[in-house]
T-cell receptor
Framework: DADVTQTPRNRITKTGKRIMLECSQTKGHDRMYWYRQDPGLGLRLIYYSFDVKDINKGEISDGYSVSRQAQAKFSLSLESAIPNQTALYFC???????????FGQGTRLTVV | AQSVTQPDIHITVSEGASLELRCNYSYGATPYLFWYVQSPGQGLQLLLKYFSGDTLVQGIKGFEAEFKRSQSSFNLRKPSVHWSDAAEYFCAVADGSGNTGKLIFGQGTTLQVKP
């Protein structure tokens, strides 16, 4: 089983709909991240959390919100999806003081 | 602000040929540098990382990278490419002091391998 699991793996949704992407991890890491990947832009940080009570905006947080339900769970929500949020979304974890990030397999989201 | 540039969007090499993927970074202090690989339909897998010490870093799958401070580069190399190396490759630098886990990525280089 994967250490960092994202659900769903693929999702098609309509403009204006609310959607939640979920991430769970069994690595025991405190720190969790959500990135977005777009062709030609690499990955960009949306939100990150250093523990359950600590949530921070990343480079491109507008239009997104997150919830850290437990140490192992970090969800990303699009309150009202728009087509330019069509992208591949990655969840990642790391340990305090460490720079290496461990990634899930990604969620491909299409907003039509 | 820190940044990472991968000048080559797409590279095609023949199987068995050598490979070099370029990465340039912008950061004032000694950077923490990474190369990740993304195979089709898969997440990102760490190939190698540089924090300090020996500037030639060995990674998994036969890859290596060399940190050159004078050129602000961290190029990825492999002596002989296999068809299974076809993937997208990302260079990244750790944000800030390097202990936040936040990464700044380059644009990615797609590697195609010809038979």
């Amino acid at each position: 089983d994967a250490d960092v699991t994202q659900t769903p793996r693929n999702r098609i949704t309509k403009t204006g709909k609310r959607i939640m992407l979920e991430c769970s991890q069994t690595k025991g890491h405190d720190r969790m991240y959500w990135y977005r990947q777009d062709p030609g832009l690499g990955l960009r940080l949306i939100y990150y959390s250093f523990d359950v009570k600590d949530i921070n905006k990343g480079e491109i947080s507008d239009g997104y919100s997150v919830s850290r339900q437990a140490q192992a769970k970090f969800s990303l929500s699009l309150e009202s999806a728009i087509p330019n949020q069509t992208a591949l979304y990655f969840c990642a974890t790391s340990v305090p003081g460490g720079s290496e990030a461990f990634f899930g397999q990604g969620t491909r989201l299409t907003v039509v | 602000a820190q940044s990472v540039t991968q000048p080559d969007i797409h590279i095609t090499v023949s199987e068995g040929a050598s490979l070099e993927l370029r990465c340039n970074y912008s950061y004032g202090a000694t950077p923490y540098l990474f190369w990740y690989v993304q195979s089709p339909g898969q997440g990102l897998q760490l190939l190698l990382k540089y924090f300090s010490g020996d500037t030639l870093v060995q990674g998994i799958k036969g890859f290596e990278a060399e940190f050159k401070r004078s050129q602000s580069s961290f190029n990825l190399r492999k002596p002989s490419v296999h068809w299974s190396d076809a993937a997208e490759y990302f260079c990244a630098v750790a944000d800030g002091s390097g202990n936040t886990g936040k990464l700044i990525f380059g644009q990615g280089t797609t590697l195609q391998v010809k038979p």
